[in-house]
């Protein structure tokens, strides 16, 4: 375990690292300072409370404002390293691409995962953001998760149920760290499992705004109903701000253009949020984690 005064006098802590580019909306302001961990042990580590800290792991849920993040990101590098499989047990690293995850375990007939083909994040931004598509979320396939607490160092094992896991919810807190994470799938086969990521691959080519600048969907579905059926209703679609528009494929995205800001994502998610309250009587809430925002 290494404190934050130890890695800064190491010069382990990079500064002034550009989020941009680490982000799948490709903009956003520096991090004052920058942990790069290769390895689960160099996550094991201790910030004090004045210190603001951030997880960052593929960044494919967030927005950081150009103004940045005025603390300490802790970036969890894409790594397969300590992913192991055990009939339909699997073990895997918090920085572990989701993607990788859902093509390994379908190689290995592997049933549960092949829905993660789609969603381009890592185990450890999948058991914050309890994320799920397809009827299926994280927590039907998750045993259990490794959190290390990053102010006071405690380790833990956490299941589905004492991480609260909903709808795109848990009980992670900013000072919470997935280390790794325990799954278990059921009995399939390598052709079943190719032809169900083929099959959720075709799906989103259809329905999403592919090789554009996002973030997914923008607000979570209120009960019984689809964020995108209800901002499309009030014709929403297209309104844009700067560079950001609402997708006109898929109303729950909001897409960047080459010019865009991260200003300009929050003030259309605001905008949007607002006309669907004025217009439409519902409260979206953002899926999205807006980061450095007033
Ligand atoms: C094209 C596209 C499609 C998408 N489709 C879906 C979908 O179908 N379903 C869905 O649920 N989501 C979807 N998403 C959103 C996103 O991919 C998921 O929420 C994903 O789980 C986020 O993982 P991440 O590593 O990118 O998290 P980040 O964006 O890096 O972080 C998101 C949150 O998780 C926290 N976090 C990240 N890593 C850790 C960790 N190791 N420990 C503790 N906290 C952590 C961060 O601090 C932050 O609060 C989509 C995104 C895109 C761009």
Not at 13 to 36: I, K, M, N
Not at 117 to 142: K, Y
Not at 271 to 282: F, K, Q
Request: hydrophobic share 40%.
């Amino acid at each position: 375990m290494r404190t934050f005064d130890e890695l800064l006098a190491d010069g382990r802590l990079e500064s002034d690292v550009p989020l941009g580019p680490l982000s799948t909306y490709r903009r956003g302001g520096p991090a004052r300072w920058f942990l790069r961990a290769e390895s689960t042990d160099d996550l094991r580590i201790v910030v004090p409370d004045e210190v603001a800290v951030l997880v960052l792991g593929r960044g494919s849920n967030m927005v950081v404002a150009s103004r940045g993040f005025d603390g300490l990101v802790v970036h969890l590098l894409p790594t397969t390293e300590g992913l192991t499989i055990d009939g339909v047990d699997v073990d895997a690293p918090g920085g572990c691409p989701l993607p990788l995850l859902a093509r390994r375990t379908a190689s290995e007939g592997i049933g549960g995962f092949a829905w993660y083909v789609g969603i381009p994040g890592s185990v450890g931004g999948a058991v914050r953001m309890n994320a799920g598509c397809h009827g299926s979320d994280t927590s039907d396939v998750l045993v259990e998760a490794t959190v290390w607490h990053l102010r006071t160092g405690a380790e833990g094992r956490r299941g589905p149920a004492e991480l609260d896991l909903s709808y795109r919810h848990s009980n992670l807190t900013d000072d919470e760290l997935v280390l790794a994470a325990s799954f278990r799938g059921v009995p399939s086969t390598p052709a079943d499992e190719e032809a169900a990521m083929r099959e959720v691959t075709r799906w989103r080519r259809e329905t999403q705004p592919g090789g554009t600048f996002n973030a997914g969907s923008v607000f979570k579905n209120p009960p019984g109903d689809a964020a995108g059926r209800i901002i499309d209703s009030l014709g929403l679609k297209g309104t844009s701000v700067g560079g950001a528009r609402v997708s006109p494929r898929h109303a729950n995205f909001i897409e960047a253009e080459d010019d865009a800001t991260p200003e300009d994502v929050h003030a259309l998610m605001s905008l949007v949020r607002d006309e669907v309250a004025r217009r439409g009587g519902v409260e979206l809430t953002p899926e999205i984690r807006f980061v450095g925002f007033a």
